[in-house]
């Protein structure tokens, strides 16, 4: 249907990596006013750790290769997979600006903590433990259920655009004219929407029309992640000429 288990372990795997080591490191310089001068923690101290975070997200962007060359292959067309293929670099693009963006939403967590905690006049004690459950990967924020979130979304959503890639290169090389073909993985699982758009088909360049909004194809950037997040929809292409 889409990207592989194996390829979505890929990614898993490096997300988990990463965000442990990120918390890690940003728990240590947060926490340092606390346990120096029983401050309260630092919020902007994570910025510091961003560096060990911008190494983990080249592993990840990286670890998404092997759903790109399922994709890729899934189109059965010729041309070997092109990693520098200008739609499968947009798409990557979009990625990587959505991961360079999580140490702002752990500083947003840690600054939600220290003024919530601030307004019910709670001291430093309680506020530390509070943003200590925050950076701890095992805490309440679900770091675990996080990094399983962007391994399914970003292998599924890099399988999709790279056999959508594909086709458009083959299409503008010869062109031919293909369509391409909503596949809702039906177990009980899909979103409603998911399920209407099963088997719904447009041409390559014409969005599919799911839950209200146009998607290039399943798990698109473009879409709101009420509707893109754990998709686990895929699409065939098939030409018509």
């Known amino acids: ?48 750790a961003k560096p060990v975070w911008m190494q983990d997200v080249d592993r990840i962007m990286n670890a998404l290769t092997p759903a790109l060359q399922e994709g890729w292959a899934a189109a059965h067309l010729p041309e070997s997979y092109r990693p520098d293929d200008p739609y499968i670099q947009a ?5 990587r600006n959505l991961l360079v963006g999580i140490p702002d939403e752990v500083h947003a967590l840690i600054v939600r903590q220290v003024l919530d905690g601030a307004d019910r006049g709670q001291d430093n004690g309680v ?12 805490g309440s924020q679900n ?5 399983s979130v962007i391994a399914q979304t970003e292998s ?19 062109g031919s004219i293909f369509i ?10 899909e979103r409603p929407a998911h399920r209407i758009a099963d088997h719904q088909v447009q041409l390559l360049h014409m969005p ?9 194809f399943p798990c698109a950037p473009e879409g709101k992640a009420n509707n893109v997040c754990g998709c686990r929809c895929g699409m065939t292409l098939k030409r018509v000429d």
């Open 1 to 48: 249907m889409g990207a592989s288990q194996g390829a979505e372990e890929n990614v898993r795997i490096a997300a988990e990596s990463g965000l442990r080591r990120f918390l890690a490191r940003a728990r240590d310089l947060v926490m340092q006013a606390v346990h120096r001068f029983s401050a309260t923690p630092n919020p902007d101290a994570v910025y510091a």
């Open 180 to 189: 391409k073909e909503w596949q809702t993985l039906t177990d009980g699982r």
């Open 91 to 95: 798409n990557l693009a979009l990625t």
């Open 143 to 147: 770091w675990p259920y996080r990094a």
């Open 127 to 138: 506020i530390s433990r509070r943003v200590d459950d925050v950076l701890d990967y095992s």
């Open 156 to 174: 599924n959503r890099h399988y999709n655009s790279s056999l959508l890639a594909h086709g458009l290169l083959v299409q503008q090389q010869d």
């Open 208 to 216: 599919f029309m799911v839950g209200g909004e146009p998607l290039q």
